[in-house]
């Protein structure tokens, strides 16, 4: 690897000499699919040895941040940037309509900014790029001298939830201006889980037959330790790694009683997009019964054979392992990449009492038409950043002022792939390609995949909370590198 180094604050234009990339020439190498492979240099783990592990649910409301070592590959470990000392980071469980108070302790050697994803949050708890907790051993509260600075807090900080939304599978994550790739790829990720009387009245499977499974890929050094190719401009396009991690651990096996399961799908990786499929499939196929987006329930089921999860996405899917026959294993697979995990299916177990409604939620019904447009056209510099509407990232210039209460209808188009996040508010797809939205454009969402030349258009109410929030790309290597916009509600 000789990539060229690229120092990201001078990238950002934030002091130093800017511009150190210009003149790359991206156009000409730029490959369609996102992200360059960077490969391990520790022996691969064998596929299906690790034991699937679940998250543990948050007791108390502190998450202290510190570095741990973690045993994710045999006869390793990894350190890693932790919430609490677990990757995943403990899964936070809210009820709606209860206010969550979540204390973040930095016991680490940088600054983080915690952001909850999907969660809708006032603005000085959203954790914005530049509001920085420091580490509790920093002695001042100036941070790298020449970056801009938000809300600064030292040592700690209460990010307080209203949780005034919907049943929903949310996560938290780093959000640190320029630097989300890295401290995401080191393991500062965890779920959020947000409970209501509506999801509860439903028959959905429940207690072991719930699994929220975070989906990430890394690559490792011969230590063990996580391998990221920091400022190496050859990385931009997004970091793919050789090893995919479910909750953690590789390509791992869960044994699973021949009945339904929830499945609580996030694709947490950096980069890399996956077309997932259970093989065999079950007799009949349409194995994979969606209940839920990124912003909770369906009105109904949809059923697909594949689902495509692009970074960020979420979905909630009811997976009856009663349809193979006991002793059947189960992979589920990337049909771009490979294995992801195994489900063998037992043949005992309790009964199943679980089942799918048709009608899932009341919904909300389409939005009301909104009062105008706006067009995001995200793309690439000739200097290689990424930019949306021509504009790489600044902190504090916003590129829409939204009114509160008021619905807009915003529309995104691009010439490569981005998977488009929206803090505050989840939307709805209204239009792909002027014509009808897609198969996994379904409910509420707070993230949407653009594919190269695609225009989308979703509908949006922004509401409760006047500030300002983020759109950017969940590439965190595009993030990092600019693909990020303030828009201010007011
Ligand atoms: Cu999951 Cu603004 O991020
Ligand atoms: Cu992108």
Known sequence: MNGRKVNRRAVLGIGGAALVAAGLGWSIFEPKRPGKLLRSRAPLPKPFEARLVVPPVLQGDQIVQREAELRILPGLTTRAWTYNGSFPGPTVVSRSGRPAAVTHRNQLSEAT???????????????????????????????????????????SRTYTYPMAQRAATLWYHDHRMGFTGPAVYRGLAGFHLVRDDEEDALPLPRGERELPLMITDRAFEEDGSFRYPEGDDEYMNGVLGDVVLVNGLPWPVHEVDPARYRLRLLNASNARR????????PPGGRAFVQIGSDGG?????????????????????VVDFGRYRPGTRVRLVDRDGGDVMRFDVTGGGRGDDSGVPDRLS??????????RTRTFRFNRAANGMWRINDLEYRPGRALARPRLGEVERWRFVTDFHHPIHLHLNHFQVVSRNAAEPGPYDSGWKDTVDLRASEAVEIAVRFTDYTGTFMLHCHNLEHEDMAMMADFTVE
């Open 362 to 371: 009341a919904g909300a019904g389409p939005l009301p038409p909104a009062v």
């Open 274 to 281: 996956y077309r997932l499929e259970l093989d065999p499939q």
């Open 297 to 317: 329930l369906l009105e109904k089921p949809v059923r697909h054979d594949t689902l495509e999860v692009a970074p960020a996405e979420r979905f909630d899917v």
């Open 113 to 155: 900014v915690v952001h909850l994803h999907g969660g809708h949050t006032p603005a000085a708890a959203d954790g914005y790029p530049i509001d920085y907790l420091l580490p509790e051993t920093a002695t001042t509260m100036a941070h790298h001298g020449d970056m801009p600075m938000g809300d600064v807090a030292k040592g």
